[in-house]
């Protein structure tokens, strides 16, 4: 009633103002339509799950992850999830960029050095926090386009190299912070020579399936440790490669510590959510006591979650071979308590394991469970036919966004003759 009095008593200069401001709103909506997806993947995935700095947060929801993706994997971009981006790499997920960007804890004046371009995703993160970003690249392809994405976004202070990231940056050190995004068994002693005194390194170290993210400053000349997390990261090839002393054996897949018993050590036993041979916790303990026995040991996994669709899972990388490995079985003792589905349809406990080729192309995921309501331990398993093309596996276990509580113990892969 009022729009329709103030057109007949003013003519229609605030008609036409009302509509050129509709118009703008809905052109800024056209032209930015993931704004509301980044915005969302922030406030639910990452600032829930402990990345606190309003600066590495507001970078999140200003890169368009989108852009750096391939086209098949754009509706996917905004998940809080690792992706293929071509030639067996990945992009890491927003938590993680997020997580490794906080503690590099990055300054206007810093020049960094990143190794891993992969996407390039990481150096856009980056680039409106410091003064300069190197980051190198040692597969062709994935760098000149990496290269050819941030010069089309106006990344003008990310330079570009392809090479071998072992062997740093040697004509643009030292650097105040290195980021490394692949994982070698050991930290290059070249980047240790070309981190500056007081320097900050992050960096994930470890075998293949077997990983810890490191916090590293170097005092003296020499690096001090401090562990962030498991994680799991592809590897760091070339010269890294060429040196690895532990190898997986893809022939032989089974699941680490599945039965829960092994305890955090030494610098992981302060961490929260560390469980040993498992990666990416969220929301779960090691459990178990004289009035709350585990059914086999005395330990078990423990997911507990209030809010629906927040994390709570762990993770584990596996090599496997579909030459040499036609089936497993997938096994698992589960109990849950006040189950309750999440907002997606899959949002539900379960114990799973997702295929991938040698691409790290998704194979299928298999399952046991969803398990709802409240029901006593159980054992549970399925036999799982691994398809000749695929080269490794993620074991999954966890609430999955359902909210409840959920036990898990002796979760196992075993291969079937």
């Not at 590495?56 to 971009?77: G, K, M, N, Y």
């Not at 938590?95 to 503690?103: K, N």
């Not at 599945?258 to 469980?275: N, Q, R």
């Not at 080269?391 to 196992?412: M, N, P």
Request: with cysteine; glycine share 8%.
């Amino acid at each position: 009633m009022e729009v329709h009095m103030m057109v007949s008593f003013d003519a229609s200069r605030p008609c036409r103002s009302f509509a050129l401001a509709c118009c703008l709103v809905s052109c800024a909506a056209a032209a930015d339509p993931f704004q509301a997806a980044r915005d969302r993947l922030v406030e639910t995935r990452i600032a829930t799950a402990g990345v606190t700095d309003s600066r590495i947060l507001d970078a999140i929801r200003r890169t368009h992850r989108h852009e750096f993706v391939p086209q098949s994997q754009v509706p996917r971009a905004y998940y809080d999830m690792a992706l293929p981006i071509g030639q067996s790499q990945t992009i890491s997920s927003p938590f993680i960029v997020a997580l490794m960007t906080e503690a590099l804890d990055p300054q206007p004046t810093d020049k960094v050095l990143e190794i891993g371009t992969g996407s390039g995703y990481q150096a856009a993160v980056l680039s409106p926090l410091v003064d300069h970003v190197y980051t190198i690249e040692i597969v062709r392809e994935l760098g000149e386009r990496a290269a050819e994405t941030l010069a089309r976004l106006d990344y003008g202070n990310v330079s570009t190299r392809i090479g071998d990231g072992f062997l740093g940056w040697p004509d643009a050190a030292p650097f105040d912070k290195i980021i490394v995004t692949c994982s070698p068994e050991s930290v290059p002693q070249p980047l240790v020579d070309q981190l500056a005194e007081g320097g900050v390194m992050v960096i994930p170290v470890g075998q293949r399936y077997q990983q810890t993210l490191y916090r590293m400053v170097k005092l003296d000349g020499e690096l001090q440790r401090q562990a962030l997390r498991p994680t799991l990261f592809v590897p760091m090839t070339g010269a890294a490669e060429e040196t690895r002393a532990v190898l997986p054996d893809p022939a032989n897949p089974g699941a680490v510590n599945g039965d829960f018993e092994t305890l955090p050590e030494g610098d992981e036993a302060s961490l929260s959510e560390f469980v040993p041979g498992w990666y990416y916790g969220r929301q779960v303990v090691q459990a178990g006591s004289p009035d709350d026995r585990a059914p086999q040991g005395e330990h078990f996994a423990r997911f507990r979650n209030e809010t629906p669709g927040r994390n709570s899972h762990l993770l584990q990388g596996i090599a496997i071979d579909g030459r040499e490995v036609s089936q497993i079985r997938l096994s698992g003792m589960v109990r849950t308590e006040g189950i309750e589905k999440g907002p997606t349809s899959d949002a539900m406990p379960m114990i799973a394991i997702s295929l991938y080729d040698e691409l790290r192309r998704d194979l299928g995921t298999f399952h046991l469970g969803p398990f709802r309501g409240s029901r006593p331990w159980r054992t549970h398993s399925r036999l799982v036919r691994i398809p000749h093309q695929a080269r490794e596996a993620i074991l999954r276990v966890g609430l999955f966004g359902a909210t409840g509580q959920a036990d898990f113990d002796a979760v196992t892969v075993e291969l079937v003759d």
